[in-house]
Structure formats: C-alpha cells, structure tokens
Nanobody, 116 residues
Framework: QVQLVESGGGLVQPGGSLRLSCAAS????????LNWYRQPPGEERQMVAT????????TYASSVKGRFTISRDNAKNTVDLEMNTLKPGDTAVYYC?????????WGQGTQVTVSS
C-alpha cells in the first residue's frame, strides 16, 4: 500500500535550521509530483512547497520562499524539505503529500516547533 513516512522534526531556536525527509513506498515515485504541507496550531493545513516529477520545477508558499528548499531523490524514493532561518510562525505539524489515482495520500506528520 502507499506509505509516506516523515522524519526530522523537532525543537529548534528562531534562526535555526531543520531538514525534514519523507520516505515513500507503494507507488512509482518518479511519476508524480510531491508536496509538503503544514498545519499550525488552530489553523487549517496549508501548502508549503511542491516539486515536479523530475525535480526541476519547484513552487513555494510566499511565507517560506527564500528560506525553504524542497528536493527529491527518485533513486531513493525520498523528498526532503530544508528549512532555514526558522521563525516561531513556522511552528506546525509538517506533512508529506501526494495526489494520484484520484486520491490524496498523507504521511502521519512530524512536529516542528520553533521557540527560544
């Protein structure tokens, strides 16, 4: 079955960095765009970054552009999110997401907390 498993979250001070990783299985990874979403406390889930099948096209939410970088390794079936210059407003549960076969697939999420 399709599985998306996130890792790499944690507690970090403002201005710090974290790298999230999502390991995928159960589908042909290289055929689909992948996405990172986040859900801050008390808010709706929001798109953070997307990456095309080949990794050549990326898009970002305006709130993270210039600070976050999405990348993928089609040989390892992983998609990463490098997060720099983190702010308290980046505190959220971060989710890996894919959409295909007319279905949304989500990981279980990983908590990122930015606090001093």
């Amino acid at each position: 079955q399709v599985q998306l498993v996130e890792s790499g979250g944690g507690l970090v001070q403002p201005g710090g960095s974290l790298r999230l990783s999502c390991a995928a299985s159960g589908f042909t990874f290289s055929q689909y765009p992948l996405n990172w979403y986040r859900q801050p406390p008390g808010e709706e889930r929001q798109m953070v970054a997307t990456i095309s099948r080949g990794g050549t096209v990326t898009t970002y939410a305006s709130s993270v552009k210039g600070r976050f970088t999405i990348s993928r390794d089609n040989a390892k079936n992983t998609v990463d999110l490098e997060m720099n210059t983190l702010k308290p407003g980046d505190t959220a549960v971060y989710y890996c997401h894919a959409h295909f076969w007319n279905t949304d697939f989500w990981g279980q999420g990983t908590q990122v907390t930015v606090s001093s």
